[in-house]
């Protein structure tokens, strides 16, 4: 019993789980944030180019 309960491989397991959830978390709130900052960006260029293009 001694033996099982000081296994720790399954732990090492849980870590990785934790860290690779934590790395997707950041990259799709960079992702949102990118995308939402680009897309203000792309608003503002076409009102820029509309407003140049009034005769």
Excluded: C, H, P, R
Aim: aromatic letters at 8%; charged letters at 15%; zero cysteines.
């Amino acid at each position: 019993m001694k033996k099982f309960l000081n296994d720790e491989s399954g732990a090492v397991t849980v870590d990785w789980v934790v860290l690779t959830a934590a790395v997707v978390g950041l990259a799709i709130a960079a992702y949102t944030a990118i995308e939402t900052n680009s897309q203000a960006l792309i608003n503002s260029a076409a009102g820029a180019v509309a407003k140049q293009n009034d005769f």
